[in-house]
């Protein structure tokens, strides 16, 4: 007899369930096209970005969270907009970097039952609903990705980069994935995955496996530099009501 738990229905309804009423689906793309504008909206003016993925369970006196930190410092000296997911752990780390190097940090925050809060380290941010719109803002506005140890959350957001460089869907921007030791297994995957065929060699070009700081950081300036001139930032027009919100430095930090 198996002992499986039963599958307990929510009573609110979730968009990947199936067909609802048209005037339900109606109301859904609404919102997140509602998303999407408020998104662009607020993040049209913050400068071009670098944006750092990272597990939100790592605590502040973990190894990795001084190094996260380090490339958030890094990425604000640069001139760069440091771009998080905007909760804890790795993703708080970058954006504190940021901060306290005085540099901009902003984060997309996500709206979920159990975690997270917004991190106090950022000067703007925005929570979304559901993560499809969140990913899509997270590389709209950035020149190229740091991928730090990570859950599945973060391996959702490795992939889908890559998925979206290789198919040309977006810029071949730079991809620094951190930690050899850690991404190890995952690392004999996709070694796998090129000998079967199922990838291509090229596929992988942009992506640095590497366990030192300063090479992600020169491996990233190097490929911006000599590839891309980098978007100044936007003008406001009044009769559109895009009013001047300037980084402010937090109460109390």
Not at 87 to 101: F, H, I, S, V, W
Request: glycine share 8%; aromatic share 14%; charged share 25%.
């Amino acid at each position: 007899m198996s002992d499986a738990q039963p599958v307990i229905k929510s009573r609110r309804p979730i968009y990947l369930e199936g067909p609802h009423s048209r005037s339900y689906e109606l109301r859904f793309a609404w919102k997140v096209f509602s998303q999407i504008l408020a998104a662009n909206r607020e993040l049209y003016f913050i400068g071009p970005c670098i944006t750092v993925f990272g597990s939100a369970r790592v605590k502040e006196d973990h190894p990795d969270y001084a190094i996260a930190r380090e490339f958030g410092k890094r990425i604000a000296a640069m001139g760069f907009t440091v771009m998080t997911g905007g909760g804890p752990g790795l993703m708080e780390a970058a954006n504190r970097g940021a901060y306290e190097q005085g540099g901009n940090s902003v984060g997309c925050n996500i709206r979920l039952p159990m975690e997270q809060k917004p991190n106090p380290y950022m000067h703007k941010w925005i929570t979304f609903e559901h993560f499809f719109v969140r990913k899509a803002m997270l590389l709209k506005y950035s020149y190229a990705f740091i991928v730090m140890p990570g859950g599945f959350g973060t391996l959702d957001e490795l992939f889908n980069t890559l998925t979206l460089i290789q198919t040309k869907s977006i810029t071949q921007f730079p991809v620094v994935l951190f930690g050899k030791e850690y991404y190890k297994n995952l690392l004999e995957m996709i070694q796998k995955m090129q000998e079967e065929g199922t990838i291509l060699e090229q596929d992988l070009e942009l992506l640095l496996v590497t366990d030192d700081v300063d090479e992600a950081m020169e491996h990233i300036t190097s490929y911006i530099s000599s590839n891309y001139d980098v978007m100044k930032k936007r003008k406001r027009f009044w009769w559109l009501f895009e009013k001047k919100f300037p980084f402010k430095k937090i109460p109390g930090k």
